[in-house]
């Protein structure tokens, strides 16, 4: 349904450049975490500010258990980004883990659901998922809300569970989707989006 690179506009009528994450772009992923504020960077999993760190996860695409969606600006700056990820073996075999960051200066601009709808295509394409899950902290309300509109369920709450990069414990949401049930919700936003422009 979708190739890449193509562009995406805006509401504001910026025209990004939509395009899957090469392994060799770390550098450019790195500057991009790494412009998100302190309190950002407080909700994610690991250090981003090591960039060897940040070097292995994104050359990790070329073991074929993750992919990446990025979205670049005409700055050539990385503005917005979905990473779904899996295991080849095992129980959790069928489940992808979803993540998405989007630029402070880009948000409530819809850029999260479009890069959320990309990458659940590209998942279908690539591999057999059946469900789709995301971790959150629980304080994390805006996350939480807009998985809520994507059609994901709060499945599991884990009191005090995580600890952030201050030290401070955090209860954590565990929030799960059907992929198939995902799809035909994007698939029919894109047919009345096409019939919107026809």
Do not use: C
């Amino acid at each position: 349904m979708f190739s890449y690179p193509h562009k995406h506009k805006l509401p504001n009528g910026e025209e990004l450049t939509i395009d899957l994450l090469k392994s060799d772009q770390y550098k450019e992923y790195f500057d991009f975490l790494n412009r998100l504020t302190d309190d950002d960077k407080l909700y994610l999993k690991y250090d981003v500010t090591n960039i060897g760190f940040v070097e292995e996860r994104v050359k990790a695409i070329e073991k074929g258990n993750r992919v990446s969606i990025v979205a670049w600006n005409k700055d050539k700056k990385i503005v917005g980004s979905s990473t779904l990820y899996w295991t080849n073996f095992g129980w959790k075999s069928h489940i992808g883990k979803l993540r998405i960051i989007v630029d402070p200066n880009y948000r409530n601009l819809g850029l999260s659901k479009y890069l959320a709808q990309q990458i659940f295509f590209k998942a279908q394409e690539m591999r057999n998922l059946d469900l789709v899950e995301a971790e959150v902290m629980e304080e994390q309300k805006a996350a939480i809300h807009i998985l809520e509109e994507l059609g994901f369920k709060k499945t599991a709450t884990l009191p005090n569970y995580i600890v952030d990069t201050k030290g401070k414990k955090h209860n954590l949401i565990i929030m799960v989707a059907d992929l198939e049930s995902l799809i035909d919700k994007f698939e029919n936003m894109v047919w009345d989006e096409e019939f919107k422009g026809g």
